[in-house]
T-cell receptor, first 116, second 117 residues
């Protein structure tokens, strides 16, 4: 079984400061990993994904994440926070085995507040 | 425009009154799925479908039904809703492996907020 843990349900950062959102996963097979963002009253939008290619993955809106197998982590970072980054962020893991379809297992989410 | 649509967006109902939440995608995706989102729990999969007439249970299927009679539509049915089904529901779709778009890029609908009194 797969699981995802996001450390910190709420994160507050100042505008211009580093954004760091932590994600650790558990998987019995090499996983695919994702970060999604949810803006208020909207659906989920894919930020970036890791599917066993480069371990440093760049996504939209200046975000990037690094897959570290030894640490079973996939932390999300952005060097300089903007007010528009205020949203909820979800880390997810996918079982790449065909029988599982495209099921995503999500972490509990981290809500980001950006202070001016 | 490629999109996943859900209707209704908001629904307040009473215990036991059957309801259906519709989901439709215009991307010719094989895979469709329903999730519910609850605070602190993230999104949990309810049911999924790998293609027409092929559906299977996710992690929290109790109290829900689905059908996949057409490729584009994947309605979620609550035969007898209960208050513990009050939640935010998302439909998602994607291609499966072997096709033009890499699998696992799931596209999500805007969500349906359901309140069961």
């Amino acid at each position: 079984a797969q699981s995802v843990t996001q450390l910190g349900s709420h994160v507050s950062v100042s505008e211009g400061a580093l954004v760091l959102l932590r994600c650790n996963y558990s998987s019995s097979v090499p996983p695919y990993l994702f970060w999604y963002v949810q803006y208020p009253n909207q659906g989920l939008q894919l930020l970036l994904k890791y599917t066993s290619a480069a371990t440093l993955v760049k996504g939209i809106n200046g975000f990037e994440a690094e897959f570290k197998k030894s640490e079973t982590s996939f932390h999300l970072t952005k060097p300089s926070a903007h007010m528009s980054d205020a949203a909820e962020y979800f880390c997810a893991v996918s079982d790449p085995r065909k029988a599982a379809g495209n099921k995503l297992t999500f972490g509990g989410g981290t809500r980001v507040l950006v202070k001016p | 425009e490629a999109q996943v649509t859900q209707n209704p967006r908001y629904l307040i109902t009473v215990t036991g009154k059957k309801l259906t939440v519709t989901c439709s995608q215009n991307m010719n995706h094989e895979y469709m799925s329903w999730y519910r989102q609850d605070p602190g729990l993230g999104l949990r999969q309810i049911y999924y479908s790998m293609n027409v007439e092929v559906t299977d249970k996710g992690d929290v299927p109790e109290g829900y039904k689905v059908s996949r009679k057409e490729k584009r539509n994947f309605p979620l049915i609550l035969e007898s809703p209960s208050p513990n089904q009050t939640s935010l529901y998302f439909c998602a779709s994607s291609h499966l492996s072997g096709l033009a778009v890499p699998r696992d890029t799931q596209y999500f609908g805007p969500g349906t907020r359901l309140t069961v009194l």
